[in-house]
């Protein structure tokens, strides 16, 4: 079942701009396509505390893949794993600094405080339009996805 969730497109997107700092231009990230699921998600509980525990840019000319690895917990102590990927096709005319990996600032912990406590986080598939924030011009497109996984509990 699909469901709709800000909670998730506003997590996708503070992802990207945290690991797009290498652009020289102010970016604007507009959803085209946020297909959420509602099989697999992680509940928020009012609160949300993100650890990014591995993270990868790899850019070859315009063509730009993101990979993101990191834990979810809750204010109830709940805990999940959280994958992120974006492929990003940058505009021939995108002013991007050749190091990104040096120049980027890595993300490796964020909060997430929402006003309703029911809110939560639901995996997703998407598509994206990148745009120059000054000028509005079209910079780019991505697709990708955010997936939640709750651990596996061992029998043993």
């Known amino acids: 079942m699909h469901v709709v969730s800000d909670e998730s497109l506003c997590l996708v997107q503070e992802l990207l701009v945290s690991s797009l700092s290498h652009v020289d231009e102010g970016i604007l990230i507009s959803a085209d396509h946020f297909n959420c699921t509602s099989q697999y998600g992680f509940d ?39 994958t992120f990927f974006c ?15 040096k120049n980027r600032e890595c993300l490796r912990s964020m909060v997430v405080d929402f006003t309703k406590d029911s809110q939560g986080f639901f995996s997703a598939a998407f598509a994206l339009t990148f745009k120059n924030q000054e000028n509005g011009q079209v910079i780019g497109h991505g697709t990708g ?3 939640f996984e709750k651990p596996r509990i061992s029998l043993q």
């Open 87 to 101: 492929q990003i096709q940058w505009g021939v005319n995108t002013k991007t600094r050749k190091s990104a990996d």
């Open 44 to 82: 928020s509980e009012g609160s949300a505390r993100i650890e990014i525990l591995n993270d990868s840019s790899v850019a070859v000319e315009n063509d730009e893949k993101i990979l993101l690895h990191g834990l979810v917990e809750n204010v109830d102590e709940q805990r999940g794993s959280l």
């Open 145 to 147: 996805y955010l997936l």
